[in-house]
């Protein structure tokens, strides 16, 4: 194992669990304590990326081009990256944040779908960025599907195609034979590997990954994220550091960063708690959480239920809309029973 | 020509789009006589399909259109690039063209809302599928309440998506947020699209968020929004509302706003393409139904004249 690049992202992932309610302020604060741990790439977004502030998904408290600015104002030597999913930014809301300070752009598609993103990795790779592409639910295909989809992205120009267990889905050997399939199939593009910690396995993942031969993984501080989070930074720092190979980071400086900087802004420690585990255990998009827990008690069903349906229904990456149809569809059901 | 005889069209494009168009075509006894099939691939499918129904067919593209003088209506079914070099030569030959690519030569059109504007135009142009869908509905809200924003989001099967869809996925968001300002009444609009790989293929669907200016009479938004619903099944027989519309209230950068809320699927007709591509079918769709008021319109006008 070699010690492997760490993008910090929890200024978009861990938006998610704010609600995309960051402010500058807490920006400047959480990227000035990352950059003096040694983290490399710092991901500033809101958590369905660029141009995500939105009904579907949730408005922005405070307009993401000026988190980018705040970010990239208090960086010293981090790179700072913003997502973009095809079909949600363009390459108008690219270029916007590409003025405002990016450096690397991370372009998200559907595992399947990776031909979406040909004109984004194009444009970002003319105004010199750095790109990786995401293909999220990667828990979804195989991993010789997955293999064809990451060599599209290669083509296009990205640097390093993740595969994303965007619904922590995945046990360590799913990350493994995904992660070793990409190594294999792509012949300059590094391979990175984005963990959710629904079914506790977050950091696990993350090693099998590792193990198999990632180049790039993703961490936030505490697991700030999406259902029951990601991969903590600080314990993924603590972790390489143990394994001889820790690529730089600080490992008691994001100790400090996670306890004293970030912990008293979250609203709640996500866990893998009932809800979370179901997210896990039927393999929906980790963002539908929260939504689904609002809906849930607004039409009186168990959000429990609404993940599980989702799942069955083989929503993907981005339908938060599917949760309000499931929720009431659930709820006329039981209306039914009722009578 | 005497009022009342049928107005002959044409296709341009043998492609999946054109042939199930070709289908509408056949199938609906409307005021249209389909008198050309275009395409430029001598051994394509579509062409082949044309024939074996009887229709005259040709692989000289626009050649052969613009030949077939008797031909006063075209249906493009192409591309984008295409279109801009056909548009001109139509524009010449005195043909109207009915655009089904996202050129936008002629201005945008959504046939229950604005197509009556446009029947003196020589080019219009169909707003994206999602906008098909979602445009019309929108705009049943804001002939009722004014509408500060509005936001769709249009689901498709992977598998309905082509090529053009996928390298200019920026340009239907771009294209459809306009339109939902632009041709729906909404003072801002927001476009999302998401693709779905599941097997068996979903159908078509759209959710539509829209945040009304005003305090909100529920009864007749969802009147207006429910004949709207009947108008375009009228011509998309698979437009249908998942559930009726519901309110709910959400944190806005304009503060805490009542959000009117409606989930919408689109099965498709079946007449080539499959039901799942009910974004395709209300493409083809809204492309009969454009024709057919475009028929009408030039036939009154020449029975007014003669």
Redesign the interface.
Request: proline share 8%; no cysteine.
């Given at each position: 194992m070699k010690a492997p690049r760490l993008v910090d992202t929890t200024l978009r992932d861990g938006s998610h669990a704010l609600r995309h309610q960051f402010t500058r302020d807490q920006v400047r604060k959480i990227v000035t304590a990352l950059d003096a741990a040694g983290v490399p790439v710092i991901e500033v977004s809101h958590g369905d990326g660029l141009s995500g502030s939105s009904l579907q998904y949730g408005f922005s408290g405070t307009p993401e081009l000026d988190l980018i600015e705040e970010a990239r104002g208090a960086a010293r030597k981090a790179k700072i990256a913003a997502l973009l999913l095809p079909g949600v930014g363009t390459r108008a809301e690219l270029k916007e944040a590409v003025a405002r300070g990016i450096q690397m752009v991370r372009v998200a598609t559907q595992c399947t779908e990776a031909d979406v993103s040909e004109q984004h990795f194009g444009m970002a790779k003319e105004m010199g960025l750095e790109t990786a592409g995401f293909l999220m639910m990667a828990h979804m295909r195989p991993p010789e599907i997955l293999a064809e989809q990451a060599r599209l992205m290669e083509s296009y120009g990205c640097d390093c195609v993740y595969v994303v267990d965007s619904a922590g889905a995945m046990l360590p050997a799913d990350a493994a034979e995904r992660v070793a399939a990409l190594k294999k199939a792509l012949s300059k593009a590094a391979v990175g590997f984005h963990a959710h910690n629904n079914l506790g396995l977050g950091v696990g993942n993350t090693l099998a990954a590792l193990e198999a031969g990632a180049d790039w993984v993703d961490g936030t501080l505490r697991g700030l994220g999406a259902g029951a989070g990601n991969a903590a930074t600080e314990l993924l720092a603590a972790v390489l550091d143990k394994l001889g190979i820790n690529p730089g980071l600080d490992v008691f400086r994001l100790l400090d960063a996670a306890e004293f900087v970030l912990a008293p802004m979250m609203p709640f420690q996500p866990i893998p708690d009932r809800d979370a585990i179901a997210i896990g255990y039927a393999g929906v998009y980790s963002t539908f959480l929260l939504h689904a827990k609002r809906l849930g008690e607004k039409y009186g069903v168990d959000a429990l239920d609404i993940l599980v349906e989702l799942g069955r229904r083989k929503t993907m990456a981005g339908q938060e809309d599917m949760i309000l149809d499931v929720a009431l569809d659930l709820s006329r059901k039981a209306g039914k029973q009722v009578q | 020509m005497k009022a009342g005889t049928a107005v002959k069209v044409a296709i341009l494009g043998s492609g999946n789009i054109g042939s199930d168009l070709m289908y509408k075509l056949l199938k609906h006894k409307g005021r249209m006589q389909l008198a050309l099939l275009a395409g430029i691939d001598a051994g394509s499918e579509g062409l082949a399909r044309a024939r074996s129904e009887g229709i005259p067919t040709s692989h000289d593209g626009i050649e052969a259109i613009l030949e077939a003088r008797d031909v006063e209506l075209v249906f493009d079914a192409t591309s984008a690039r295409a279109h801009t070099l056909h548009a001109p030569k139509l524009r010449a030959a005195g043909k109207i063209a009915i655009d089904l690519t996202p050129a936008a030569v002629g201005p945008a059109v959504v046939p229950p809302v604005n197509l009556g504007a446009h029947l003196e135009e020589a080019n219009v142009n169909l707003i994206t599928c999602g906008g098909q869908a979602t445009i019309p509905l929108v705009y049943a809200i804001s002939r009722v309440v004014p509408v500060m924003?509005a936001?769709m989001?249009s689901?498709i099967a992977?598998g309905s998506a082509g090529?053009g869809t996928?390298?200019?996925?920026?340009e239907?968001?771009?294209t459809t947020s306009r339109g939902l300002e632009a041709i729906g009444g909404a003072q801002k609009g927001?476009a999302?699209?998401?693709?779905?790989?599941?097997s068996p293929p979903?159908l078509m669907?759209n959710?539509i968020?829209v945040?009304p200016d005003k305090e909100l009479d529920e009864k007749a938004v969802f009147d207006s929004v429910a004949r709207m619903v009947a108008e375009v099944q009228a011509y998309v027989p698979g437009y249908r509302l998942?559930?009726p519309p519901?309110t709910?209230k959400?944190?806005?950068?304009w503060g805490m706003k009542t959000?009117i809320?409606i989930?919408l699927e689109v099965e498709g007709a079946g007449d080539y393409l499959p039901p799942f591509a009910g974004n395709l079918d209300i493409m083809t769709a809204a492309a009969y139904r454009t024709g057919e008021l475009f028929a009408r319109h030039v036939r009154e006008r020449t029975g007014a004249r003669a």
């Open positions: - | 924003y936001e989001v689901t992977s090529p996928r390298q200019n996925i920026d239907f968001t771009f927001k999302i699209i998401i693709l779905n790989p599941a979903i669907r959710t968020y945040v998942k559930s519901v709910d959400r944190q806005t950068p959000v809320v989930l």
